[in-house]
Structures are given as structure tokens and as C-alpha cells.
């Protein structure tokens, strides 16, 4: 499956590539989701952990430091990988999201880049 992925680019600013999950499980350290609500705009901070997000209502975008920005709708995946990074914004579009993160182990590599 084909996701998209926030990464360091070495020098500390972040970017979004493709990548493309491998067949099978997933190791999962921890699942977190909350109440539906409107989630606020979040200026450039890293992930806390890597993992996977993936909006269960509504929709969010995502910019990074060198300008990459997509926007996920309800369903679409994005494998958050910028841990240790400036990082990237975070808005919410609709009247309220309900997000589900999945954390992966930092060793997790079961991902090829497009």
C-alpha cells in the first residue's frame, strides 16, 4: 500500500515522499485516538514518536519545512517519520477530526521508498 511519509532531510528541515508499506503486520507499540473535535493548527513540531496516522472523520493537511504540503482525507494514511526534525504543521478541515495513531518501533523498517 502506498502512503505518504514526513522525513528528515539531513539538515534538519523535513519533506514528504512516498513510500510503500510491505504485505503483513505491523508492530504496534501503542494505538491512541480520541473524541471527534475540532483539532487546532499546530505550527512545526516534531513527531513524538514514529507512526502512522490515519483520519477516522474529517481532514487534515500536512507542510513541512521545504514547502511539501498534502492534505488526507478520511481513510488516507500518513506514516509520520520526522522524529528529532523541525518537524511539520498539522490543520484540521471539516467541522471535526478523529484521528487514529498507531506508534511503531523506531527500528520498524517494514517500508520501501517510492
Same mark, same amino acid.
Given at each position: *500500500?502506498?502512503?505518504? &511519509?514526513?522525513?528528515?532531510?539531513?539538515?534538519?528541515?523535513?519533506?514528504?515522499? =512516498?513510500?510503500?508499506? +510491505?504485505?503483513?503486520?505491523?508492530?504496534?507499540?501503542?494505538?491512541?485516538?480520541?473524541?471527534? %473535535?475540532?483539532?487546532?493548527? *499546530?505550527?512545526?513540531?516534531?513527531?513524538? +514518536?514514529?507512526?502512522?496516522? !490515519?483520519?477516522?472523520?474529517?481532514?487534515?493537511?500536512?507542510?513541512?519545512?521545504?514547502? =511539501? &504540503?498534502? &492534505?488526507? &482525507?478520511?481513510?488516507?494514511? /500518513?506514516? +509520520?517519520?520526522?522524529?528529532?526534525?523541525?518537524?511539520?504543521? /498539522?490543520?484540521?478541515?471539516?467541522?471535526? %477530526?478523529? *484521528?487514529?495513531?498507531?506508534? !511503531?518501533?523506531?527500528?520498524? =523498517?517494514?517500508?520501501? %521508498? !517510492?
Amino acid at each position: *500500500m502506498r502512503i505518504t &511519509r514526513s522525513y528528515g532531510d539531513g539538515s534538519g528541515g523535513t519533506r514528504l515522499g =512516498d513510500v510503500e508499506l +510491505a504485505e503483513g503486520a505491523v508492530p504496534a507499540i501503542a494505538l491512541r485516538f480520541g473524541p471527534p %473535535q475540532k483539532l487546532p493548527f *499546530m505550527d512545526f513540531h516534531p513527531a513524538p +514518536a514514529r507512526g502512522l496516522v !490515519v483520519a477516522l472523520r474529517g481532514e487534515f493537511e500536512i507542510a513541512t519545512t521545504n514547502g =511539501d &504540503r498534502k &492534505r488526507f &482525507r478520511q481513510g488516507e494514511w /500518513f506514516f +509520520a517519520d520526522d522524529v528529532g526534525t523541525s518537524g511539520h504543521t /498539522f490543520e484540521g478541515f471539516g467541522e471535526e %477530526q478523529a *484521528m487514529l495513531h498507531c506508534a !511503531v518501533p523506531d527500528d520498524w =523498517d517494514g517500508w520501501t %521508498q !517510492v
